[in-house]
């Protein structure tokens, strides 16, 4: 297993998990977004460049792919892009707030050969989930997985960040998970994108990451959202490589075809290349800050600490939007105390948020300053914030 582990940490030919944001646009506006999503950027990839980057990761034998956003299912031809991924072989798993997912788009995912979907939820109650990912949005959730399970989709996930608000939910979120025989998923809340402006209310305590810690042994059934999530060293290592992966075995493709160590590090410092000028096996293989960060153990602060094969630091990306040394100990580590904020934590590279007003049917977009993020949801999404409220679940 360290044979392994020193391996990946060294780097591989080809990413194990690489995620590639279609779009930047979004319906909703979720208080912790990592991308800060929302409106669309006119230099994204065209269908063409979209094939071509497909071609090439097929060349390379990239066999799974991580499609996201923004809202992946808002890009003018997502379906498009994923039955061509599927007829080179490329196994699909999209992430999707579920508003958009239809009876006959779930149809249409039912008929590829491999696409898993997972759909983001934030609580196992509308009053918990709304509050972060906006009015009507959970109710919306529920009629995706319905119609998901409905048409016999297999393999979909619920990927819930969880935070202050949901840790008391963990078995009310294994229940409906099981309600629509999904995958259950938890991850931790990093402070990337809008997440910075409410890290430190919803981000567990550390009595809160000992009770994740503990119901994830307990549950070894549920799967954690990455292959380094639980980057703490309390008790056994979790299932997984518990290692950041930035540039070793994951990496981000942006909606503009620039590349990034991993999806939380949207940032000039971490910025490999371009899929425009360059192909992506020359940027993974040859990029100098990915051959650097394969270079160097990571956390070389954090070497004396008998608990450091365990997690080896913590997370890039939540020292970096914190402020702290990238070679110390992440911020949410309750061994260490050694790793201060030390230089002023700088935002993502962009912010595409939709600035929100309330209009006569809910909430319309504008242009001028926004309400508070997440609270509700823009009322030209399909179904939500306009029919939620006096719509059941299904009857869309």
Not at 18 to 40: P, Y
Not at 124 to 141: H, K, L
Not at 301 to 326: E, P, V
Request: charged share 20%; glycine share 8%; aromatic share 8%.
């Amino acid at each position: 297993m360290n044979m392994l582990r020193d391996s990946l940490i060294e780097g591989l030919s080809s990413p194990l998990c690489l995620t590639w944001e279609l779009t930047w646009a979004c319906n909703l506006s979720c208080r912790h977004c990592l991308s800060a999503s929302g409106v669309s950027d006119p230099r994204e990839l065209d269908f063409a460049a979209c094939q071509k980057l497909l071609d090439d990761l097929h060349d390379m034998q990239v066999f799974y792919l991580n499609i996201g956003g923004g809202e992946p299912m808002m890009h003018p031809q997502f379906f498009d892009i994923i039955e061509y991924a599927d007829s080179l072989g490329i196994g699909v798993k999209f992430s999707t707030n579920g508003t958009r997912l239809t009876r006959s788009a779930a149809q249409r995912i039912a008929a590829l050969t491999y696409c898993n979907v997972q759909v983001s939820l934030d609580g196992a109650t509308a009053e918990v989930n709304d509050a972060i990912r906006g009015v009507g949005s959970f109710d919306r959730a529920l009629w995706a997985l319905t119609n998901l399970a409905e048409v016999g989709v297999q393999g979909t996930k619920i990927s819930v960040v969880v935070t202050r608000g949901s840790i008391d939910q963990l078995d009310d979120l294994r229940a409906l998970a099981d309600r629509f025989g999904a995958q259950l998923r938890l991850t931790r809340l990093r402070p990337s994108g809008r997440a910075q402006d409410c890290y430190e209310e919803l981000a567990l305590t550390d009595d809160e990451q000992r009770v994740l810690y503990d119901y994830l042994i307990a549950h070894p059934e549920i799967q954690t959202a990455d292959s380094f999530f639980h980057l703490n060293p309390l008790g056994a290592s979790l299932p997984g490589l518990n290692f950041c992966g930035a540039g070793r075995v994951v990496c981000l493709i942006d909606p503009v075809g620039d590349v990034y160590a991993c999806p939380f590090t949207i940032h000039p410092d971490f910025l490999a290349g371009s899929v425009r000028s360059d192909r992506f096996a020359d940027i993974w293989r040859e990029s100098e800050l990915f051959r650097t960060l394969r270079a160097q153990p990571p956390a070389l602060g954090c070497h004396g600490c008998n608990a450091y094969a365990r997690c080896h630091g913590g997370c890039l990306a939540a020292k970096f939007f914190t402020g702290r040394s990238l070679e110390g100990a992440d911020p949410s580590c309750i061994r260490s105390v050694s790793n201060p904020v030390t230089f002023t934590p700088t935002r993502n590279t962009t912010d595409h948020t939709r600035r929100i007003r309330r209009g006569r049917a809910g909430l319309q977009v504008a242009d001028g300053d926004a309400t508070r993020i997440g609270r509700a949801v823009p009322s030209d999404d399909i179904g939500v914030g306009l029919r939620a409220q006096n719509t059941s679940v299904g009857s869309v």
